[in-house]
DNA sequence: TATGAATGAGTTTTCATTCAT
DNA sequence: CATGAATGAAAACTCATTCAT
């Protein structure tokens, strides 16, 4: 059977009839879901972009959730792959850059729907009630733990509160750009964060001493 | 009729007849909207809350986008109120601690249920389709609009910008601190901002000519 | 109470407190019903017409058949009053033109909306299941009786048949030329029926003897 | 999916799986529609005569409105093979004899429920508010461009007004049938419509020549 | 596996009618 | 008499999910 397995099995070799449906799905799936949200995109919206009969959804997907689930560890996937062609910079410095370059470059559709990762872990969370859904949370905290890296390998202390703040800034950056519907206000304050980073970077290497002292967000 | 708002006999003392349940519905539906989300918010679920039949409700309102634009405005109106009341601080400064002491005191909610106005907007960004719904832009613009004052009474040209970093960065970390639930993470990146803000306050204070080179996040 | 006694306190005297609201009701009705048709009419709709509080609706009609019917029985009353000015003309041939110069004169409406009175008929007809409504009777009988009158004025034996034939002959003209939203087929089929009334008076007028043998539409 | 219909499966043989529900829906709504009228009828109404759940009409028909139409356009489909029929007979006369005779003979039921293509085209005036609904223009407008084909076959240089003049005749006969619930007023205006056409047949016969000056509805 | 077709519970919305004052 | 407010029963429509083949 075919439920279950999940993510191991995507990426291995397709059976001649099944031309990764499954993919298709999931990142029709993705699609709609970033366009339309969660709450409103409908199987057979799914079911339609991805060119597969409704009712064959539940070979590849038990429920709705579970082809929800799916989505959102597409895109964790995605920022895994991400993360190792960004490690062939040089710096986490460039690195850091990096990640904001490609969340804000995803074609300026952040003030038409908002940041994929950040839409979704906020309907994520709406729709599991009060426990944290585990697909939420991944969505971001790999992003975190990532940017965390990245600040201890500038040999901060604050690191994890650094990668917080860096995200956390995006992520709002990104949601008032989408409900202001304005494109500038999201390279505006990305441009900002670059030098905030910047700065953490050039204190680092000037006086690795220095810096416990200093307030979190202002170095 | 009721519909089309009373707005002045609103918040005015209550009629026997009509212990004021437009307001109810309006709180009501604030509420469970907050806790479950727009979309997973059914008019019975209000009505319930309420303590009023489900048909009753379209005395009041004529659609559910109304009521729920209702509860919007009903979020802008209380954020005005609270801007009164920090008008009556001494200095831009505390009137922005005061914004996000507020904020992040919503009563450890946020963890729950993330920023109320934050997820608010979100939603109405998707729900309105492509065009940005006026509430949503409401939501998030009357914050900025009142911080960039503020930020303006520092004597920043760039207050604009420093308004939605600030805004930014308190919804942002709200998102996470919703996804990961962990109520620390907003009382750190709160900390984080109030921090910033006071060492733009200093600069400001101290050497009020040596602003506009500085980088945008870091003063 | 009011109930019941419809149409004779209808036209007398109006105490001061209530300036003929039903009347205002009645002609409201009248006319929203002639727009929309009785289905798509609310008593919300008329009330609002008449400006009329709903609920007072209810003191004057105790259903919403009771209103529609005083509405039909209105029509009624105005074809009483039309039927006594043509009593004025000199001969039933000029009546029956009377008649029809009224009926399409309703201000090209009819291209808009269809002959008030066959429209409210037909509804009524099904409004009340399969027994005839007494009012929708009313309505069209009223019209063929008098018209039968005009035939016996002209001393028609088949009076009763050249009166359906002229009324059904309005009457499909109206229903075509509201379907087809073309007034100047109305305008034909008027002509034509004038055209016929004429003939049949000029042979009334020439030859009363050799009448009854003709065939009944096309003398 | 079956939204969109499948004009050609839908008179064949069935299959199996689905022994044309579609059709049996469709035949079900005309019928209820027919006896209670559109406004009147429910989809559960139509739901339960054709002996399916009322969620699974939605399969078949986006819409309330869609079925209305399908329903609609099995009437002109209807219409068409009885022309086609017609077409079998030799003159125009009797091809517009044949039109009345069924027409008149939907087995009594005019008295009952009114002629099914005028009651409908009526409520679907209304239903689509002041701009002409293209399924009701149609109802008619079939019959009218076929009756004027025959009297063009007639030589009848009015062969429009003609037309109209018969369909609205027969309409409004049926409209005064049902409202005065007397079968016998339809039989006697079929008969009428008849003799004037033979009539109109008639002259063109005789005296081919001399036709135009004639007035138009007392040939 | 694949797929068109069910199914049924739920959601928004409308409205005639009633009620309390 | 007047009226704003209430109420509950429908109605149209949606959709996740299941089923038969």
Known sequence: MAHGQASIARNTVVDAKTPNKRD?????????????????TSLADVAEVAGIPVGNIY???????????????????????????????????ERLHGLLDELSHVGGSVAEYGCPLGTLAGELDKRNGTMASPQSQQLLVTMVDWAEQQFVGLERGDARQLAVALIAGYEGAALLTHSLRDPELLADQVQRLQQWVDEIADTANQAPAARSRRALHDQ
């Open 24 to 40: 298709r799905l999931v990142s029709g799936a993705r699609r709609v879901i970033y366009e339309r949200g969660v709450e409103r």
């Open 59 to 93: 070979y590849y997907f038990k429920t709705k959730d579970d082809l929800v689930a799916a989505a959102a560890e597409a895109h964790v996937s995605d920022l895994g792959e991400l993360f190792q062609r960004l490690e062939a910079l040089d710096s986490p410095q």
